[in-house]
């Protein structure tokens, strides 16, 4: 009961000093509040880019490695001798790997191999569509890439092996070559070959790093998209594979997944046990351990510009509750005259100190909150519940800080001494 009594004394001092000096208040508290705003504010957008980034990412897949000819992380090899030396003469994932692993890997609850040609016209009678992304995927990859379709189906095993000419299209595709509708069973043309619609995909929408949806994408046999471009054969020159392959969800880690992979790739190629990998296993995760790196990054540096506001804020609170201090002495004498303690008054004006400085957190956080509300095209901006702890908590430290000093002054003041004070 003596502790919500003392919160509600102290909410009352603290509410007639912001009404009696509302100037000067506004100004203490300014710091504080552009402390809390600017702190909150690049959390915020870090928070909003990095989940924007990481969504555009989405169509990699989870729980998924994939073999590919160079790393994406770099390999740490820069852009010199080595880097040149040890990767560009790789060869290429090969169809035929791909049919040795998928018969032999026991860990893979998918093996898959895909290849990607970028800017390809699609054309139906006179209309026509260009800058598509032309896949030829084999059978599994919808289990790493997940399909969900405004119509039809996903290839079936013999369209797959016997490389027909069939086509999934995106929805932006089909909207634009079939604006009325009935893509699925009608034909289009690639590369001046047609190809049956089978499929339309969902649209998903533009992500933030560009078109990396399936809306500008179709999709069509791994062995007929062969027949268009030179791929699969392993030649450093050709256009380049992936086999994808996704573990099981037991497999924390995927463990087991790459230790098998690694080992059936280095017999398939003929590795001796000096040799380095002539392959690298990917994981999406690289992709988001870099992006977040980049991210801690800026999250640092909003503390630090933050952090000069909140000092500034934090004198401005001291200096508020030196003087509510000055101001209410003789009060504070009457108070320990009549029998309250010293922690009494310590804490009454502690929580008054608190109590301002969430006034000025609460500010801040409101400016960010107004910032969410404006479109920013494809970013979608959010304030967590997260920040907003966060945000308060941060305020109520520097409160607490910021008024320790005046508030042990107050409590230790002779009651005598602070009655005749005034």
């Known amino acids: 009961m003596l502790v919500f009594r003392l919160i509600l004394e102290s909410f009352g001092f603290a509410w007639n000093a912001l009404k009696s000096n509302l100037l000067r208040t506004i100004l203490s508290l300014l710091g504080v509040t552009i402390g809390?705003?600017?702190i909150i504010g690049v959390l915020t957008f870090v928070d909003s880019l990095e989940k924007?980034?990481?969504?555009?990412?989405?169509?990699?897949?989870?729980?998924?490695?994939?073999?590919?000819?160079?790393?994406?992380?770099?390999?740490?090899?820069?852009?010199?001798?080595?880097?040149?030396?040890?990767?560009?003469?790789?060869?290429?994932?090969?169809?035929?790997?791909?049919?040795?692993?998928?018969?032999?890997?026991?860990?893979?609850?998918?093996?898959?191999?895909?290849?990607?040609?970028?800017?390809?016209?699609?054309?139906?009678?006179?209309?026509?569509?260009?800058?598509?992304?032309?896949?030829?995927?084999?059978?599994?990859?919808e289990k790493l890439s997940e399909f969900e379709f405004e119509s039809g189906r996903y290839l079936t095993s013999d369209e797959i092996e016997g490389g027909r000419n069939v086509v999934i299209v995106g929805y932006e595709v089909a909207n634009a070559l079939f604006p009325a509708g009935g893509a699925v069973g009608d034909f289009v043309k690639i590369r001046n070959l047609r190809y049956k619609v089978v499929g339309v995909v969902k649209r998903e929408g533009e992500s933030f790093v560009g078109n990396t949806s399936k809306d500008y994408s179709c999709f069509i046999p791994y062995q007929s998209f062969r027949k268009l471009y030179q791929t699969g054969t392993g030649r450093w020159y050709e256009l380049g594979s992936i086999i994808g392959m996704k573990g099981y969800p037991n497999d924390?880690?995927?463990?087991?997944?790459?230790?098998?992979?690694?080992?059936?790739?280095?017999?398939?190629?003929?590795?001796?046990?000096?040799?380095?990998?002539?392959?690298?296993?990917?994981?999406?995760?690289?992709?988001?351990?870099?992006?977040?790196?980049?991210?801690?990054?800026?999250?640092?540096?909003?503390?630090?510009?933050?952090?000069?506001?909140?000092?500034?804020?934090?004198?401005?609170?001291?200096?508020i509750m030196f003087v509510s201090v000055k101001e209410r002495t003789s009060i504070i004498g009457l108070q320990k005259s009549l029998?309250?303690?010293?922690?009494?008054?310590?804490?009454?004006?502690?929580?008054?100190?608190?109590?301002?400085?969430?006034?000025?957190?609460?500010?801040?956080?409101?400016?960010?909150?107004?910032?969410?509300?404006?479109?920013?095209?494809?970013?979608?901006?959010?304030?967590?519940?997260g920040n907003i702890v966060l945000g308060l908590g941060v305020s109520s430290i520097i409160g607490l800080v910021a008024g320790i000093i005046p508030a042990a002054l107050a409590a230790r003041m002779d009651p005598v001494a602070a009655i005749r004070a005034n």
Not at 361 to 366: N, T
């Open 252 to 319: 924390v880690g995927l463990v087991q997944l790459e230790n098998e992979a690694r080992g059936f790739l280095r017999v398939r190629r003929g590795l001796k046990p000096n040799q380095k990998d002539s392959f690298a296993l990917n994981r999406p995760e690289a992709i988001a351990k870099a992006i977040g790196s980049v991210f801690d990054v800026l999250s640092v540096a909003g503390w630090v510009i933050g952090g000069f506001s909140m000092l500034v804020g934090g004198f401005g609170i001291a200096n």
């Open 36 to 38: 809390i705003f600017s």
């Open 52 to 141: 924007s980034i990481r969504d555009s990412f989405n169509f990699l897949g989870s729980d998924v490695i994939y073999v590919a000819k160079f790393p994406w992380d770099g390999g740490g090899g820069g852009g010199g001798r080595d880097w040149w030396k040890e990767f560009l003469k790789r060869p290429n994932p090969t169809y035929s790997e791909y049919r040795f692993l998928k018969a032999n890997m026991q860990e893979g609850a998918a093996v898959s191999i895909f290849a990607t040609a970028g800017s390809v016209s699609v054309k139906r009678n006179s209309s026509a569509i260009s800058n598509i992304a032309l896949s030829g995927v084999s059978s599994d990859y």
């Open 339 to 385: 029998g309250a303690k010293n922690y009494f008054i310590l804490f009454q004006f502690l929580f008054e100190s608190v109590f301002l400085s969430l006034i000025g957190g609460l500010a801040g956080l409101f400016l960010v909150y107004l910032i969410t509300l404006i479109p920013f095209g494809s970013l979608n901006v959010f304030l967590s519940i």
